[in-house]
């Protein structure tokens, strides 16, 4: 059997599900990458030597045997690329082709109408609806954008983004996550990681350290990443006298990053709709937080069942961002709870080891000719979720 996904390049989100496919298929899977990583994403850590991964393929270094890959594979996997006049044949083709995208339309579904916008989306996605072209969604509204312009008709399915899942025990997660018995008996550890963009709204985590300093709750915030909000944030560290609370550290490496979040009890995540997955959700529920993240990005619906692994708020609602997270620290036992529940969330379903074995039975129930979807997690079924921002 072969299967081949193909993608601008590969990261250390993806490298654990092509490493799951290559522990069953050998040399039957392949990764083509089809340019380089940005100068950007090397800098943030995300620098690695892909020519060491046995699976990796280079697009301009052998061009004829991508092209043959593409032919011949018996499942390929299509990410984000540049390249779509090399899938024309093969979309046509009764070979299965499983597309994997984020949303069309993150600034507005109403983008759908444009006449031209749509003869692409009709030239990529609507002409092959009835072939063996699905598609695997990266996000909770990506089903619904596709479903405006009537695309992948009863094929559309739950996936996302797998960083490297990390095993604890009960005990170790529990150290390494004590909130105390009442509210106020530990200082609690609050972390925020990603590049400082207006679309990630770092500031609402330093205005919540504001609020929560001047009501007299005991917490640090760790701070980890850079961007062009940088000193803009800093600044506001230094006026509202936060020095000794929050703690900001640059860019870190991936490991130095999970380091940090398994020694922290809250993760926020605070973007807004233009965040196509966020895997920084994936990593701190692994690491046992109990995440409080924005329902408008593209992995907390699909990951965090509210009450229950974590905590939601609606749409770029600050007060209520305030609201959840001081309900964890007035109720310390419950954020525990949700903190282990998170855990098994990514350790018991959302992995690439599931992935990768369900993308195997779906190939096998698609060659008999009966696809029966999981109820939950990678490859389930997914719902049209309309877009908070239409």
């Known amino acids: 059997m072969k299967i081949t996904m193909i993608s601008n390049y590969i990261n250390h989100h993806q490298i654990p599900f092509s490493q799951a496919l290559y522990e069953r298929l050998g040399e039957g899977y392949r990764f083509i990458q089809t340019e380089p990583m940005e100068k950007e994403r090397i800098a943030m850590g995300w620098g690695l030597e ?38 024309t044949s093969r979309l046509g083709s009764n070979k299965l082709t499983i597309r994997i995208s984020e949303r069309l339309y993150r600034e507005g579904q109403w983008k759908a109408i444009s006449p031209r916008g749509l003869v692409q989306k009709y030239k990529e996605h609507i002409r092959y609806r009835n072939n063996p072209v699905y598609l695997l969604c990266n996000g909770a509204c990506v089903a619904s954008d596709f479903s405006l312009i009537k695309a992948y008709p009863g094929k559309k399915f739950k996936f996302g983004y797998f960083p490297e899942t990390k095993s604890y025990s009960l005990e170790e997660l529990r150290k390494n996550h004590d909130w105390g018995e009442v509210p106020g008996e530990k200082e609690l550890q609050l972390i925020w990681a990603g590049r400082f963009l207006p679309l990630k709204h770092p500031e609402f985590a330093l205005r919540l350290a504001d609020e929560l300093k001047q009501k007299g709750y005991s917490f640090h915030l760790h701070m980890i990443g850079g961007g062009e909000l940088e000193e803009e944030l800093k600044a506001y560290v230094q006026k509202a006298g936060l020095q000794n609370t929050v703690t900001f550290y640059g860019f870190l490496p991936p490991e130095e990053v999970r380091l940090r979040m398994e020694n922290c009890h809250i993760h926020l995540f605070t973007s807004n709709h233009l965040e196509g997955w966020g895997a920084v959700v994936n990593e701190a529920m692994n690491s046992g937080c109990t995440v409080v993240g924005s329902s408008r990005a593209g992995a907390v619906p699909f990951l965090i069942r509210p009450g229950e692994n974590g905590l939601v708020y609606e749409k770029d609602d600050f007060h209520e961002f305030v609201r959840r997270v001081e309900y964890l620290f007035d109720h310390p036992q419950e954020g525990s709870r949700m903190g282990l529940a998170a855990y098994q969330t990514i350790a018991g379903e959302w992995n690439a080891e599931t992935a990768a074995g369900r993308l195997l039975d779906f190939y096998e129930q698609w060659k008999a000719g009966k696809i029966t979807p999981p109820k939950s997690g990678p490859f389930s079924v997914a719902e049209n979720r309309r877009g908070d921002h239409v």
């Open 50 to 87: 892909a020519e060491r991964l046995p699976y990796m393929v280079f697009m301009e270094k052998n061009p004829e045997y991508v092209r043959e890959l593409i032919a011949e594979s018996d499942v390929l996997l299509l990410g984000w690329n540049n390249c779509e006049e090399l899938f």
